[in-house]
Every structure is written in C-alpha cells, then in structure tokens.
C-alpha cells in the first residue's frame, strides 16, 4: 500500500537567504528547493510531443462528415459539450491528418479564444483529431508524471505564464508556439515525488467534485421542488402581474459615467443588474456607489423591496437587504395590492421567467418591457400556503448555500496545497508499507 509522507520546509524562509541557501535557490520561476530543476516545456514532452492543430485547406468545412473519425473542437473536448453536435471526417481524410490524432493520456490544450483550458484523453474515446483552436501535448511518462504536469499547468501562477505567451498576451489571441513551447516549469527530482504531489491535489479534485455533485443534485431536487409546489393547485388564483403588484422602472442621470454622479467613499449603494446575484439576494456590496448630487435623479428604495432585472441577464430577483437607489434596468415592486408573501412571489416571479426562457430562441429572453412584464399571468394560494411554500423552497436555498461554502472552502484549501506543493515549501515523500 502505498503512503505518502509530509516533509515541511517551512522552518525556511527563501526570500531572506542568498542564493542556493537554507535549501532554496532563486530561478526563473522564483524560489524552488536546490535538488529540484527547471525545464522547459518541451523537455518534459516526447519527441514531437506538442503538437498544434491543422491550418489552412487541411480541415476545411467540406472534408466533414456525419460519423467517422471525431474532430476535436474546444466545446467538445475541453468544456464536454456535446449539445451542439460533433465534426467528423472520413477514414481517407483522416489518414492525412494522423500526425493531430489524439491518443489516450494525450493532453489538450485550448490556444485559441479562452486560452489555457486542459483535458486529457480517457482510455475510452473516441478515435479522432484535433481541430486549429487546440494543441496535443504528450508528456515522456517515463521520466515525468502526467498528473503533476496537468496539476501545475492548471495553477494558477502557471496559467498566468500561460497568457503571457499569447501573442500579445490577451486570451483572446493564439498561443505562440515558440515560447509556449519554453514555458519554464519546476521539477522534483524524483518521478516518485512528482506522483506524491500529484496524488494529494487529485484527492482534493476528488473531494471537490463530490461537492460539485451533490450541489448539482440538490439543485436538480429544488428545481423539481419548485416546479411541483409553483404548480396551479385546485382554489389558486390567476391574475395579471399588473392586478397584483405596483411596480416602475428605477432611474439614473444622464449621461451615465460622469464623475460627478459617483461618490465611491461616502455615496449610497447604487444597485445595477450587475449587483443582482443568483440567490435572490443583492450582493453584499454594490459595484458603484451614489452621490449626493445624482440621488435626486435616481429611484430610493427602502431594505426589503423587491427588484427585477429587466435589461442584460434579465429576471434575476432579489429582496433588498440594505436601502439603497436602483437603476432604470431593474423594476422595483413599490407595493401588493393582493396579500403576498414576498419570497412566495420572488419564487413565482423566477420561475414564470424559467418558463419563458424555455420559449425563447435559444433558451435566453433577448429583452423585456414593463408593459409586457404587466400582462405575464401568475398563479397563487392565499397567504398562509404562500407562506409554507416559501420556507420550504428557501430551506432548500440554505442548504445549497452552506454547501457552497464548503465547496468554496475547498477550493481555498486546494489552492493553498497548490502554493506549498508546487514550489517544495512543503515535500511529500512516497513509501511502500
């Protein structure tokens, strides 16, 4: 059975020894421990190991077929999206291509649009090749550990090496092939070592994932919750939104942008669509504040009101939990004219948006006006039932909540072990029991 050991060097503090001192040396990549190396990433791949995909008339949109040998795209093979359909070629066509083929344990790596994002090839997959937006990296797995290059090429301080070798460095732009393929990474001496490192931030991608699962599945239950409890009931109610609730449009001076209407250290939160989180709630604090001068040309609303995005990500809804003015792209709901529980209404008011995004072209509401808002139908219980449905459905939030905040905890913890891991601030050690 195999262990692993922790040796820590944090007695050692690099930044105040000379170089080679106290079991640390100054590199290119910064302070590593002396037994360890620098190389480049070509070094650690076989030969021909990284590979770009095809340009020009090699993968032209008439060589693709309907099944076939696979075309790897970045929606596919990077972020697994399969919605969208595949690309394939024909056996003839792929025989000129077989220099981008991927194989199992080959890495992708994305290089054109959102740079830098990294998977690896499962043992099952299908046979298939690379399309311009990717490159094939092989790593020589003899002498180095795959799991430890893809947990350093996913740090962060790597990625950000990463952006620097774009052309231009904007992640927009391709990766430059010649300095990528310099891109300097440090290496524990040992293969041993590498696979020691590799296994503790694996086990914590593990324990991250199972907490990404069960978030996943508990939202999938209150998605189903909600649409079950929001369901007309024998005895409910059915109005227009506008025989229900008061609502306008919040306000801001022209033109937007103006020093002048901001005060960044005394003003009033100034609440935007960007200020509208997810959970029905603002965000803890507002992207702009107020001044004194604007707040006359804008809408004050009290803690407690409820808000409506009307213009960008539209139908985020959210309880006020502080005073503050709001901007023309939300509707503040002034008043009820029918007895609400405003949670209830917020959950209507969410999913009916749910509903009509399924409608929509591409499952997004491009735009919304009040006058139309006015004329949505909901359908309600009396209150008491309001009520009950409301605190079941916010329970649920709670819950999903305090598992983000482990998840986020996580995470935290992962890229701390990355920071010690990575740079030998603290050595693990493998064993045979």
């Given at each position: 059975?195999?262990?692993?050991?922790?040796?820590?060097?944090?007695?050692?503090?690099?930044?105040?020894?000379?170089?080679?001192?106290?079991?640390?040396?100054?590199?290119?990549?910064?302070?590593?421990?002396?037994?360890?190396?620098?190389?480049?990433?070509?070094?650690?791949?076989?030969?021909?190991?990284?590979?770009?995909?095809?340009?020009?008339?090699?993968?032209?949109?008439?060589?693709?077929?309907?099944?076939?040998?696979?075309?790897?795209?970045?929606?596919?093979?990077?972020?697994?999206?399969?919605?969208?359909?595949?690309?394939?070629?024909?056996?003839?066509?792929?025989?000129?291509?077989?220099?981008?083929?991927?194989?199992?344990?080959?890495?992708?790596?994305?290089?054109?649009?959102?740079?830098?994002?990294?998977?690896?090839?499962?043992?099952?997959?299908?046979?298939?090749?690379?399309?311009?937006?990717?490159?094939?990296?092989?790593?020589?797995?003899?002498?180095?550990?795959?799991?430890?290059?893809?947990?350093?090429?996913?740090?962060?301080?790597?990625?950000?090496?990463?952006?620097?070798?774009?052309?231009?460095?904007?992640?927009?732009?391709?990766?430059?092939?010649?300095?990528?393929?310099?891109?300097?990474?440090?290496?524990?001496?040992?293969?041993?070592?590498?696979?020691?490192?590799?296994?503790?931030?694996?086990?914590?991608?593990?324990?991250?994932?199972?907490?990404?699962?069960?978030?996943?599945?508990?939202?999938?239950?209150?998605?189903?919750?909600?649409?079950?409890?929001?369901?007309?009931?024998?005895?409910?109610?059915?109005?227009?939104?506008?025989?229900?609730?008061?609502?306008?449009?919040?306000?801001?001076?022209?033109?937007?942008?103006?020093?002048?209407?901001?005060?960044?250290?005394?003003?009033?939160?100034?609440?935007?669509?960007?200020?509208v989180d997810k959970n029905m709630r603002l965000k803890p604090d507002t992207k702009q504040k107020i001044s004194d001068l604007a707040k006359g040309k804008s809408v004050f609303v009290p803690e407690g009101t409820v808000v409506l995005t009307i213009q960008g990500s539209i139908g985020r809804i959210a309880l006020t939990q502080y005073d503050a003015y709001v901007d023309r792209t939300l509707l503040i709901f002034t008043n009820f004219l029918v007895p609400f529980n405003k949670v209830f209404f917020m959950f209507i008011v969410y999913r009916l948006f749910q509903i009509e995004s399924e409608k929509a072209p591409g499952g997004t509401i491009k735009t919304i006006t009040k006058e139309k808002l006015s004329e949505?139908?909901?359908?309600?219980?009396?209150?008491?039932?309001?009520?009950?449905?409301?605190?079941?459905?916010?329970?649920?939030?709670?819950?999903?909540?305090?598992?983000?905040?482990?998840?986020?905890?996580?995470?935290?913890?992962?890229?701390?072990?990355?920071?010690?891991?990575?740079?030998?601030?603290?050595?693990?050690?493998?064993?045979?029991?």
């Amino acid at each position: 059975m195999k262990t692993i050991k922790t040796k820590s060097s944090n007695q050692v503090n690099p930044k105040n020894q000379g170089s080679n001192k106290g079991g640390f040396k100054q590199t290119e990549v910064g302070w590593i421990p002396s037994d360890w190396e620098v190389v480049k990433l070509e070094e650690i791949c076989t030969s021909n190991g990284i590979v770009r995909g095809p340009f020009g008339g090699a993968l032209k949109k008439e060589f693709f077929t309907n099944s076939g040998y696979k075309v790897y795209e970045q929606k596919n093979a990077i972020y697994k999206n399969e919605s969208l359909g595949s690309y394939y070629v024909n056996s003839s066509k792929f025989q000129e291509l077989r220099r981008f083929e991927v194989k199992s344990k080959d890495f992708i790596v994305s290089c054109s649009g959102t740079i830098g994002k990294i998977f690896q090839i499962p043992e099952s997959h299908e046979k298939g090749v690379i399309n311009q937006a990717l490159l094939k990296l092989t790593i020589d797995s003899l002498r180095f550990s795959e799991q430890y290059f893809y947990q350093y090429f996913q740090w962060e301080v790597f990625q950000e090496r990463v952006i620097d070798s774009t052309q231009g460095g904007a992640m927009k732009n391709l990766i430059g092939m010649t300095d990528f393929r310099k891109t300097k990474i440090p290496l524990p001496p040992t293969l041993a070592e590498q696979t020691a490192i590799a296994i503790a931030l694996s086990d914590m991608d593990s324990l991250i994932q199972a907490q990404e699962q069960l978030i996943a599945k508990k939202r999938a239950i209150k998605q189903g919750a909600m649409q079950e409890l929001l369901k007309p009931k024998e005895g409910w109610v059915v109005k227009k939104l506008k025989e229900v609730a008061n609502f306008r449009r919040g306000s801001f001076p022209q033109p937007y942008g103006l020093p002048k209407w901001y005060d960044e250290d005394n003003g009033m939160p100034f609440v935007q669509v960007y200020d509208v989180d997810k959970n029905m709630r603002l965000k803890p604090d507002t992207k702009q504040k107020i001044s004194d001068l604007a707040k006359g040309k804008s809408v004050f609303v009290p803690e407690g009101t409820v808000v409506l995005t009307i213009q960008g990500s539209i139908g985020r809804i959210a309880l006020t939990q502080y005073d503050a003015y709001v901007d023309r792209t939300l509707l503040i709901f002034t008043n009820f004219l029918v007895p609400f529980n405003k949670v209830f209404f917020m959950f209507i008011v969410y999913r009916l948006f749910q509903i009509e995004s399924e409608k929509a072209p591409g499952g997004t509401i491009k735009t919304i006006t009040k006058e139309k808002l006015s004329e949505f139908e909901i359908a309600f219980p009396e209150k008491q039932e309001q009520t009950r449905i409301a605190n079941i459905l916010s329970d649920m939030d709670t819950e999903i909540e305090q598992l983000e905040v482990q998840l986020d905890k996580y995470r935290q913890v992962k890229s701390g072990m990355m920071q010690e891991l990575l740079t030998g601030k603290k050595r693990l050690v493998s064993c045979t029991q």
